[in-house]
């Protein structure tokens, strides 16, 4: 059974930093693209960045792009989202993702079957 654990939310400053991390077990990590996604209140879920299995390809939402990193580890089967600048906007649980099926895209039109339970980030004006 695939589950995903998310850590390392918080409050933080606008203009701080924090670093998300996703630690997945059940199957073979590193052959599943990974992705951010986050919820503020009121508002839909919506995608923030995406992962290829093996690391080397990226996506990001126009919003975070430039503020943002997408990494992982396939050793430690972990993800991680560094986030720096950190805006008031940016205020929201966010969700680790992943998809059923081996080597599939990594962006947002990607169908995300597994979820962790989310992580609360606050950034304060």
């Known amino acids: 059974q695939v589950q995903l654990v998310e850590s390392g939310g918080g409050l933080v400053q606008a203009g701080g930093s924090l670093r998300l991390s996703c630690a997945a077990s059940?199957?073979?990590?590193?052959?599943?693209?990974m992705a951010w996604f986050r919820q503020a209140p009121g508002k839909e879920r919506e995608f923030v960045a995406g992962?290829?299995?093996?690391?080397?390809?990226?996506y990001y939402v126009d919003s975070v792009k430039g503020r943002f990193t997408i990494s992982r580890d396939n050793v430690k089967d972990t993800m991680f989202l560094q986030m720096n600048s950190l805006k008031p906007d940016d205020t929201a649980v966010y969700y680790c993702?992943?998809?059923?099926?081996?080597?599939?895209?990594?962006?947002?039109?990607?169908?995300?079957?597994?979820w962790g339970q989310g992580t609360q980030v606050t950034v304060s004006s």
């Open positions: 059940g199957r073979t990590f590193s052959s599943y693209s």
């Open positions: 993702a992943t998809p059923e099926n081996r080597r599939t895209a990594w962006g947002p039109s990607v169908k995300y079957e597994y």
């Open positions: 992962v290829s299995w093996t690391g080397g390809s990226t």
